[in-house]
């Protein structure tokens, strides 16, 4: 019930449009009923000749008397509109045909209205919970994503939203449109005739009774006949797959027999399901007929007796007609609600999910680096148990250029990610000239921290937009300056449309060199005093990577930078080089430092080739 109500909330800024929706119902229903009304004026009024009139006029004197409620009302609104109109028109008959006209006209009229005011209202809503869910989205962090996977939380944005939509689209339309007009007809059923309402009542099940069953038999054997095709399908797929391996073994008769087996099964099964199917209209149409036929003969002694007259009969058969339809849709308001609930449930449990790297209260302001970014024993573990960082120290001097080399999976990436606090340490901290960074804003942090990696997302815009990715006016002259210190504006230039070229069209398919070329372009525009690069050659071949690597040495100039490489020689002028493994700092140095230590860089330079 909770998702539900919560749900009904989003409609709180849309409920100008729900008031004129359940205006625009209760006048479908007022409308409807008073169409139903009409029907006895032009039973009794309109299809009689002038001895049949005067008789009908006496009966429905008799049939006047007990009116009540609903009718009461009605027939004193209709001898006033009678009144009024006598004096335009020329006879009883057109006055009645007209204002049936009317009726008619002003419940479609209504239906439309409210129709409309009910999507509009109902869309709207689901708008804005799709916003607040992307909202949600985008303030969460790495952790989270760890746990839900990306198809996962499509779905929740896309599948469940359209469940939503659907139920209210479809289901809760009908429920809301029908619900006022059932109450309508209802109350005009009762106060036109209550004892014939009565016995109608008692009737009615009979009705609905054979639909809900056959329906549900229906179900059953249509599902026994679909798995049978199943089987039979298994055969024919084995067959023909293995028609050589058939043949081979002699074995035709033995296939023949074994899919003569299962289409005999397949056609008992689909026998049976239409069976029920041809079943279903004969009866429903013969208890019907039963149903209706009873009614017929109450009501033939009721007129009889004169106390209804065959207008009102008339009526009343078709108000039972008008209660049909939305009875039966209201059937399946139920699941379609239950759908609805259980996929608002898993949107609300996504909006609901608490966000783990987040501003503290009082967050400061980060402006940059003056003397150094400083690693103190970090800790860190994606999972209990599983530790990654391990009392990791390091020091970046502001401005320098600070290497960090390892075997795969000793934890180079992650420690890249803790600077960004895509992820928080587990312990010890992160510092910038003293102050930790948990301490400043995370989005004042990240702005000062321009990020390469070696896979780079380009979004489905402009070469421009993907550059000035995330800035609201874009300087030209910047622009190009950046293009051409990543050496991306020679192919840039190529494509048709230069910098107004989309990326992902065919006639942009970028390679991984340029793609790479772009994010260094893109880390440039930005301009951020901290760097970091996370192995942005390593998925490139030599010849790739030479460009990118100048396009880098111009990113890092006056940079605090981190720059984390898989072959050493790209990193051997690095003003220090740190070696990782097993999730701390083992050896720092320059290059030439390590290689006269001869501990763990020196292995690894000797196995790349680097010393003789
Ligand atoms: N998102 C993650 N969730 C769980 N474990 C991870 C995740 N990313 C990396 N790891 C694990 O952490 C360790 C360090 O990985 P990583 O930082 O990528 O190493 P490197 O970049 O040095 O190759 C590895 O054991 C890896 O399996
Ligand atoms: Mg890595």
């Given at each position: 019930?909770?998702?539900?109500?919560?749900?009904?909330?989003?409609?709180?800024?849309?409920?100008?449009?729900?008031?004129?929706?359940?205006?625009?119902?209760?006048?479908?229903?007022?409308?409807?009923?008073?169409?139903?009304?009409?029907?006895?004026?032009?039973?009794?009024?309109?299809?009689?000749?002038?001895?049949?009139?005067?008789?009908?006029?006496?009966?429905?004197?008799?049939?006047?008397?007990?009116?009540?409620?609903?009718?009461?009302?009605?027939?004193?609104?209709?001898?006033?509109?009678?009144?009024?109109?006598?004096?335009?028109?020329?006879?009883?008959?057109?006055?009645?045909?007209?204002?049936?006209?009317?009726?008619?006209?002003?419940?479609?009229?209504?239906?439309?209205?409210?129709?409309?005011?009910?999507?509009?209202?109902?869309?709207?809503?689901?708008?804005?919970?799709?916003?607040?869910?992307?909202?949600?989205?985008?303030?969460?962090?790495?952790?989270?994503?760890?746990?839900?996977?990306?198809?996962?939380?499509?779905?929740?944005?896309?599948?469940?939203?359209?469940?939503?939509?659907?139920?209210?689209?479809?289901?809760?339309?009908?429920?809301?449109?029908?619900?006022?007009?059932?109450?309508?007809?209802?109350?005009?059923?009762?106060?036109?005739?209550?004892?014939?309402?009565?016995?109608?009542?008692?009737?009615?099940?009979?009705?609905?009774?054979?639909?809900?069953?056959?329906?549900?038999?229906?179900?059953?054997?249509?599902?026994?006949?679909?798995?049978?095709?199943?089987?039979?399908?298994?055969?024919?797929?084995?067959?023909?797959?293995?028609?050589?391996?058939?043949?081979?073994?002699?074995?035709?008769?033995?296939?023949?027999?074994?899919?003569?087996?299962?289409?005999?099964?397949?056609?008992?099964?689909?026998?049976?399901?239409?069976?029920?199917?041809?079943?279903?209209?004969?009866?429903?149409?013969?208890?019907?007929?039963?149903?209706?036929?009873?009614?017929?003969?109450?009501?033939?002694?009721?007129?009889?007796?004169?106390?209804?007259?065959?207008?009102?009969?008339?009526?009343?058969?078709?108000?039972?007609?008008?209660?049909?339809?939305?009875?039966?849709?209201?059937?399946?308001?139920?699941?379609?609600?239950?759908?609805?609930?259980?996929?608002?449930?898993?949107?609300?449990?996504?909006?609901?999910?608490?966000?783990?790297?987040?501003?503290?209260?009082?967050?400061?302001?980060?402006?940059?680096?003056?003397?150094?970014?400083?690693?103190?024993?970090?800790?860190?573990?994606?999972?209990?148990?599983?530790?990654?960082?391990?009392?990791?120290?390091?020091?970046?001097?502001?401005?320098?250029?600070?290497?960090?080399?390892?075997?795969?999976?000793?934890?180079?990436?992650?420690?890249?990610?803790?600077?960004?606090?895509?992820?928080?340490?587990?312990?010890?901290?992160?510092?910038?000239?003293?102050?930790?960074?948990?301490?400043?804003?995370?989005?004042?942090?990240?702005?000062?921290?321009?990020?390469?990696?070696?896979?780079?997302?380009?979004?489905?815009?402009?070469?421009?937009?993907?550059?000035?990715?995330?800035?609201?006016?874009?300087?030209?002259?910047?622009?190009?300056?950046?293009?051409?210190?990543?050496?991306?504006?020679?192919?840039?230039?190529?494509?048709?449309?230069?910098?107004?070229?989309?990326?992902?069209?065919?006639?942009?398919?970028?390679?991984?060199?340029?793609?790479?070329?772009?994010?260094?372009?893109?880390?440039?525009?930005?301009?951020?005093?901290?760097?970091?690069?996370?192995?942005?050659?390593?998925?490139?071949?030599?010849?790739?990577?030479?460009?990118?690597?100048?396009?880098?040495?111009?990113?890092?100039r006056g940079r605090t930078t981190l720059?984390?490489?898989?072959?050493?020689?790209?990193?051997?002028?690095?003003?220090?080089?740190?070696?990782?493994?097993?999730?701390?700092?083992?050896e720092q140095g320059t290059h030439v430092?390590?290689?006269?230590?001869?501990?763990?860089?020196?292995r690894l330079a000797t196995l790349q080739?680097?010393?003789?």
């Amino acid at each position: 019930m909770r998702p539900l109500l919560r749900l009904l909330g989003f409609f709180r800024p849309h409920l100008g449009w729900v008031a004129v929706a359940v205006a625009g119902m209760v006048g479908v229903a007022f409308s409807a009923v008073f169409m139903l009304f009409l029907i006895k004026p032009v039973f009794d009024e309109v299809l009689v000749n002038a001895d049949q009139a005067v008789a009908v006029a006496r009966a429905a004197r008799a049939d006047r008397i007990p009116q009540v409620g609903v009718v009461k009302a009605l027939q004193e609104w209709f001898d006033v509109a009678k009144e009024e109109l006598r004096r335009h028109l020329p006879s009883d008959r057109s006055i009645i045909l007209l204002l049936a006209f009317l009726a008619v006209v002003s419940k479609n009229v209504f239906v439309y209205l409210g129709n409309y005011a009910f999507f509009r209202s109902g869309l709207g809503a689901v708008k804005d919970l799709r916003d607040r869910l992307m909202d949600a989205l985008l303030a969460q962090s790495a952790e989270f994503y760890q746990r839900q996977p990306t198809a996962t939380l499509m779905s929740r944005a896309t599948n469940d939203v359209e469940q939503i939509t659907n139920a209210i689209s479809d289901r809760l339309s009908n429920l809301f449109q029908d619900s006022f007009t059932l109450l309508g007809v209802l109350a005009f059923v009762f106060s036109l005739h209550f004892k014939l309402a009565v016995a109608s009542v008692i009737v009615a099940p009979l009705l609905v009774w054979p639909l809900v069953h056959f329906a549900q038999r229906l179900r059953r054997r249509a599902f026994q006949s679909q798995e049978r095709l199943g089987e039979m399908n298994t055969v024919l797929d084995e067959v023909l797959k293995g028609q050589r391996v058939v043949k081979a073994f002699c074995m035709e008769a033995f296939e023949a027999a074994r899919f003569r087996d299962a289409t005999s099964k397949h056609f008992r099964a689909n026998l049976r399901a239409r069976k029920v199917q041809a079943m279903t209209a004969p009866v429903m149409e013969i208890l019907g007929a039963a149903g209706f036929l009873a009614l017929f003969a109450y009501a033939s002694h009721l007129i009889g007796r004169g106390e209804m007259t065959v207008g009102t009969f008339s009526s009343f058969l078709f108000s039972l007609y008008a209660l049909y339809a939305p009875i039966k849709r209201l059937n399946n308001v139920n699941v379609a609600l239950q759908t609805a609930i259980a996929s608002a449930q898993r949107v609300f449990q996504v909006i609901d999910a608490p966000v783990v790297v987040r501003d503290a209260p009082g967050a400061r302001t980060f402006s940059g680096v003056r003397t150094e970014i400083r690693f103190a024993a970090v800790q860190f573990a994606y999972e209990p148990d599983k530790p990654v960082l391990t009392g990791l120290d390091l020091v970046i001097p502001a401005g320098q250029v600070v290497a960090l080399v390892g075997p795969s999976g000793a934890g180079k990436s992650t420690l890249a990610q803790l600077l960004p606090r895509f992820w928080d340490v587990t312990g010890g901290a992160i510092l910038v000239d003293g102050v930790d960074i948990r301490d400043y804003s995370l989005a004042s942090l990240r702005a000062h921290i321009g990020l390469v990696t070696q896979e780079t997302v380009l979004f489905n815009t402009t070469i421009r937009a993907n550059i000035a990715y995330g800035q609201k006016t874009v300087d030209e002259e910047r622009l190009r300056r950046a293009a051409q210190a990543a050496f991306a504006e020679e192919f840039i230039l190529e494509f048709p449309g230069g910098y107004d070229a989309v990326v992902g069209e065919a006639a942009v398919r970028l390679s991984g060199g340029q793609r790479q070329r772009l994010a260094v372009a893109r880390a440039l525009y930005k301009d951020p005093p901290i760097l970091v690069l996370d192995e942005a050659t390593s998925a490139l071949d030599a010849e790739a990577e030479a460009v990118v690597q100048r396009a880098l040495d111009n990113l890092m100039r006056g940079r605090t930078t981190l720059v984390i490489a898989h072959r050493l020689a790209t990193v051997r002028h690095a003003d220090s080089i740190a070696v990782m493994d097993g999730g701390r700092i083992v050896e720092q140095g320059t290059h030439v430092e390590l290689l006269a230590t001869g501990g763990v860089y020196r292995r690894l330079a000797t196995l790349q080739g680097m010393v003789d």
